[in-house]
Nanobody
Framework: QVRLVESGGGLVQPGGSLRLSCVASGDIFSIYDMGWYRQTPGKQRELVASITNDGSTNYEDSVKDRFTISRDNAKKMVYLQMNSLEPEDAAVYYC???????????????WGQGTQVTVSS
């Protein structure tokens, strides 16, 4: 079984920073794209940032120049450094990993359980 566990969420004041981490464990043959999504009540989950296995990144427009996604392939981890946080960034953040559990298995997306980010003074 594959398990994704996020950490690093919490309460921060506007202008502050947080670093989210997500580690993948279990029966994993190969990891491809990794990403962070966020969701607020009543809204659809949206992509915040993604990174391919060769390091190419993509960001949602509102977080460009404030957030940085990175990964450590050896540790099967993905990170999201969030700076200059704004109240609008408050949400539950989820990591998503596109992976293959065996060499002949299809690629599938797996999700973490989410970590709450609250931005408030």
């Amino acid at each position: 079984q594959v398990r994704l566990v996020e950490s690093g969420g919490g309460l921060v004041q506007p202008g502050g920073s947080l670093r989210l981490s997500c580690v993948a464990s279990g029966d994993i043959f190969s990891i491809y794209d990794m990403g962070w999504y966020r969701q607020t009540p009543g809204k659809q989950r949206e992509l915040v940032a993604s990174i391919t296995n060769d390091g190419s990144t993509n960001y949602e427009d509102s977080v460009k120049d404030r957030f940085t996604i990175s990964r450590d392939n050896a540790k099967k981890m993905v990170y999201l450094q969030m700076n200059s946080l704004e109240p609008e960034d408050a949400a539950v953040y989820y990591c998503k990993v596109d992976l293959r559990i065996r060499s002949l298995s299809p690629r599938s997306n797996y999700w973490g359980q989410g970590t709450q980010v609250t931005v408030s003074s």
